[in-house]
Every structure is written in C-alpha cells, then in structure tokens.
C-alpha cells in the first residue's frame, strides 16, 4: 500500500464517521424519544396526532389506541400509537 491509498481510505473513514454523525445518530435518538413519548400514553390523556387532529385516548391495546375526537361523543377512531405526536396528561 502506498501513502496515496491510506490516505483516501483515511479521508472515506472520515466522511462516513462525518454522516454517521450528523444523520443518522439523531434520528435514531430522535426515535427513542418518540417510542418513549408512545409508551407513556394512558388511557383520558389528549394528544395531538400527526395528521394535526387533538383528541382524548378512550381505550388502547398494544398497537392501536381508541381516540375521541371534538365535542361529538361518537367520533371515535381507531389509530396506530405511531401517529401520536404530543401528549398532555390528564
């Protein structure tokens, strides 16, 4: 090996330690935010859903939770934890 190729192996170390860094680090802690944000939901907390919906959490299972929605007592829908955004303890 000669001096030329360590160096560009060096400079293809540097620019994936760069991208790790910067992209893909943050969105994973970005994600266990998220998941710890989903698991603290209960049921009568509202929350705010990605499509920009509030509503208030009726009933959930594992994946899914019941979410009440508006004023109207029989607007109930069925969503993936996944889609809370925000949640306001009741």
């Known amino acids: 090996m000669t001096g030329q190729s360590v160096g560009i192996i060096l400079l293809y170390v540097v620019i994936i330690g760069a991208f790790y860094l910067i992209a893909i680090r943050p969105q994973k802690k970005k994600e266990k935010e ?18 920009g919906f509030y509503g208030v959490v009726i009933d959930m299972t594992d994946e899914v939770v019941i979410v ?3 004023s109207n007592k029989n607007c109930r829908i069925p969503m993936k934890k996944e889609a809370i955004v925000e949640v306001e303890k009741a």
């Open 68 to 70: 009440e929605f508006g």
């Open 34 to 51: 998220h998941q710890a944000l989903v698991s603290a939901v209960e049921v009568g907390d509202s929350i705010l859903t990605t499509s």
